[in-house]
């Protein structure tokens, strides 16, 4: 098994609450390094964070953000480099199938067409957008 020393290294990671982005802050945090928990879901984000620092002291913070809008994810970098000092490492895990998440086949959409258009909109802001924004307000404090 391969371990590294990511001590004072931060990551960033969106979709932080819950599975790759919550693995990758455990496992960053465990070789060293903080983490900032990014997540819409502010319940679960704070249950996360309060795990991790439970073991590792001081050692990760969660910050609520919708990955859509701009000024908050510009806002999450900002205080990621206020609270550990730098930026090393950005992830965006957020996001998802938009026809599972919003459940369009239960929901009585049975054809592509036929599902609306804002859906897909969704899909695009977070999956794509998210991930924009994130490297574009990131990448100034790198």
Known sequence: MFTYDFSGKTVVASGAGSGMGLLLCECFVKNGGNAVLVDINEEVLNEK?????????????GLVCDVRNY????????????????????????????TRIFNTWQNGYREFCDIPIEIFDWSLDVNLKGQFYFAHAAFKYM
């Open 71 to 98: 000024d908050q994810v510009a806002e999450v970098c900002k205080k990621a480099v206020e609270t550990f000092g730098s930026i090393d490492v950005v992830t965006s895990m957020a996001g998802g199938a938009e």
């Open 49 to 61: 964070v309060a795990k991790i620092n439970a073991e590792f002291p001081g050692r990760a913070i």
